[in-house]
């Protein structure tokens, strides 16, 4: 799945999002959850002409000429109890008539202080149960990432990442430390799988290919 958007900017009370503007979808509906795993709570949902929180002041976003080519919505996450300090992940999904379309794959939304390359990022969840690369879940990080190391916590069943949709898997038995290790290549996002009957709980940790 291609990515269906961006964030721009992410800054303190601030998240620059950015889709394509699409004819025919008269919804851009945002959600987010607190994990990639959790269950995605709508948080807004634009016009095609987009969306700015009363809650932002407009003295501190960038304009950007975006008609006919992006739907640009700014929105405070406090707005919405979203915590402004915490990572947290979103997803974008089109509505046509009222129907909603096909979700993005969970994008990773960073705090502010870790946008400018302070420490180590670190997710961890479930991956969900999958007999082949076409059931793996995408997660979408922020930027561009390197050092990765990824962690099977399961004490029974292997992991499974592939570093491209459908593409070659590494197979991470249970259990085991740091059973892929990326120091020098950069990611900008993970397809994770259970090959079993249950999900596999995993930890992954990473930084900043290109901090500013």
């Known amino acids: 799945m291609n990515r269906l958007f961006k964030i721009a900017r992410r800054r303190p009370h601030v998240v ?12 851009y509906r945002i959600k987010w959850a607190s994990n990639f795993d959790g269950s995605f709570t709508t948080v807004l949902t634009s016009t095609n002409v987009g969306f700015i929180d009363s809650n932002v002041n407009r003295n501190v976003i960038e304009t950007q000429p975006t008609a006919g080519k992006d739907v640009r919505i700014v929105f405070d996450p406090t707005t919405y109890s979203i915590p402004d300090a915490n990572s947290f992940w979103l997803k974008f999904v089109p509505v046509t008539g009222g129907v909603e379309g096909t979700a993005s794959a969970p994008t990773l939304v960073l705090p502010d202080s870790v946008n400018k390359g302070v420490g180590m990022v670190a997710i961890a969840g479930d991956a969900p149960i999958g007999a082949d690369t076409n059931a793996t879940l ?22 499974y990442v592939s570093m491209e949709q459908g593409g070659p898997e590494v197979e991470c038995q249970p259990d085991k430390s740091a059973q892929l290790t990326s120091f020098n290549a950069t990611q900008a996002s ?19 290919a290109f901090p500013s």
């Open 16 to 27: 620059d999002f950015y889709t394509p503007f699409t004819y025919g979808v008269d919804g």
């Open 138 to 159: 995408q997660l979408d990080l922020p930027f561009l990432m390197r050092d990765f190391r990824i962690h099977n916590q399961d004490g029974t069943n292997s992991l």
């Open 190 to 208: 993970l397809w994770v799988r259970s090959g079993a009957e249950a999900v596999v709980p995993f930890s992954a940790t990473f930084t900043l």
